[in-house]
């Protein structure tokens, strides 16, 4: 998605059509954690968990496009956001500090993804021991879910790329109107 969906991400139908509300309370964020909004364009997710891990926690909101960088900054200024750190990163590394995280998460991002299995390998290197990768993707089973096929995932398509780079699915959540809750952890 470019510049131009930035729009559509923080639209205020959102809430009542994906429940992201509830999705970051089935997070498990708890304050003082290190978490990574991967692929967080204009800083929706980034800057409601930055409340949660509060100002002993952290959040890197990593994108590749400068753009919706330079719209999440304008943002943290307008929120007083001091928690989060935005990162611009490369297709395939999202340039993230070693062991830096509790919890790498992707909300509609994983399948845009142009070098997966570079993007996984560095998530890994990131990911501090016992922390969570969290994708969370339309999902391509439902066809009542009013989104392009191109921009689903299913839970087997998940599971067997993500698990073939040294990850396991621990757990998936299906309680979102729309999205797949994958939550994955180092295998
Ligand atoms: C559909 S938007 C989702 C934005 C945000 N996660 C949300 O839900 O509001 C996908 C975002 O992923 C970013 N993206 C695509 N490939 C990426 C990569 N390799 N690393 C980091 N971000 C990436 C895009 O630039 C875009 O901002």
């Given amino acids: 998605m470019g510049v131009g ?14 429940n992201p509300t509830r999705a ?6 708890k304050a003082g954690m290190t978490v990574a909004d991967i692929g967080a364009g204009s800083g929706y997710y980034a800057l409601r968990m930055a409340e949660l891990v509060g100002p002993s926690g952290k959040i890197y909101a990593n994108d590749i496009q400068p753009e919706m960088l330079a719209i999440l900054k304008k943002r943290m200024r307008a929120t007083k956001a001091v928690n989060v750190e935005p990162v611009l990163g490369t297709e395939s590394d999202p340039k993230l500090p ?20 570079e993007m996984l390998g560095k998530l890994r290197e990131a990911m501090k021991d016992g922390g969570r990768l969290i994708l969370l993707e339309y999902r391509k089973e439902d066809p009542y879910v009013p989104i392009r096929p191109e921009h689903k995932m299913s839970v ?18 299906e309680e979102l109107p729309w999205q797949h809750i994958l939550i994955f952890r180092k295998s």
């Fill in 5 to 18: 969906g930035a729009d559509w991400l923080e639209r205020s139908e959102r809430e009542s059509e994906e």
């Fill in 24 to 29: 970051i309370q089935l997070l498990g964020l």
């Fill in 98 to 117: 070693a062991g830096c995280c509790d919890v790498l998460l992707m909300v509609d991002v994983y399948h845009e993804l142009s070098h997966p299995r």
């Fill in 156 to 173: 087997k398509e998940a599971k067997m790329e993500v698990e073939a780079e040294g990850f396991v699915l621990d757990k998936t959540i």
